[in-house]
């Protein structure tokens, strides 16, 4: 089969479907991010074991601006254990936006680590010094994307002019003892955490390793807690999204995190890391086009967390060889819900070893059901073996994909178990 997978080209169709959506505008209170190509576009999807599909302006470097906060947090917990985390930074979303100067009225804490107060604080706590905390900050985010990750030096200049809001909360904080440094210090170190440069691929990869409970899939390295990483997880969900965090809630579902460059990340635990890129940002300073595609991969992928959980294990139940009507065929026996990982595995296999026989047979006899995901990267796949001169039989006798055809509208042929048993056995 050729190299482009078809999950690659489903991402392809995410962008396509979003093309419409140029609502937002620019953050401009960073100036150099203002600058900014608003018509750039990006989306990537790494599943839990580790293989990375990007469409768009995949290689497009931005800083990573908030989407590090999470990061910053679960090593903060790492270093110094929950408990102690917990004392200085609340877990209450605020509802408030994310440079609100505010802080808890009953403890004087920050509410919660993903607006700037928790974040600030949250930086204050990974190293003893300026330097020591952003090489730390460095280092994860090189181990986690598995590439030296640097600073964004523009970026930074630019907001360390425009720092006074920031300053202003350091200030607040240092007043209730909650800073380890003096507030510049903090301020500058954080503000070089959010200059961090990134593209879409490597976000991805870091919010795999979330999806993977803390483990990064490709180095196996444990980089986070299992608890640690739970906790991030749930903050996320409940603070991720600025005052916007019940409205994605209810309508995306998943742990996420988005930056005023462009960016969103979100964690489908056990499953999937994804990450969309596109500057113009909503009231709320989420990424305008960034959520509509986030919105349509969670109703594709059937990512929302409240939905029915579908176990995520190989679609590929068993592969034979057998003769059918004298002919030899491959058959392909599939099982369980066909959901983004199961069936990405199964894509994957068949780009790997192709199938030797002309004639090849989906058996589904043993699915139960068929994400819009899979349905549209079946499709697309079946396209590519007839290309390339096979022959598909479907066994459906449940009817779990109606009406199939391959992504340029042929029909594939339909077998009943029958037919198989009469001639192969
Ligand atoms: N560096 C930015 C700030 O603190 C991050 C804001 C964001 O991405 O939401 O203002």
Redesign the pocket.
Known sequence: MSMQSPITEYLADIIAATNHVDSGAVAD??PELGAADPNLVAVAMSTVNGTVYASGDAEHRFTI???SKPFAYALAIETHGLETVLDRIGVEPSGEA??ELSLDPETGKPRNPMI?AG?ITTHSLIGDDEDACVDRMLALFSRLAERPIEIDEVVAAS?LET?D??LGLAYLLHASNALRQDPRTVVTG??RQ??ASVNVRDLALMAATLANGGVQPNTGERVFSRMGTRHLLSVMTSCGM?DAAGDWLTTVGIPAK????GGIIGVLPGQVGVAVFSPRLDAH?NSARGVEMMKLLSDDLGLHLMEASRPARSSLRETRTTSVDGRPATVYVLQGDLVLSSIESLVRELIDNPPPTELVVFDMSRVDEVLPVARRTSAETAAKLIDEGHQIALIDPENTIPGFRDSHGRAVERWTSEHMDATDR
């Not at 988005?258 to 460059?261: D, K, R, T, W």
């Open positions: 209170y960073i601006q908030s989407m994310f440079n700037n974040a907001e720092g809001r920031n954080y503000i959010c200059a600025y988005s930056g005023v460059a300073g």
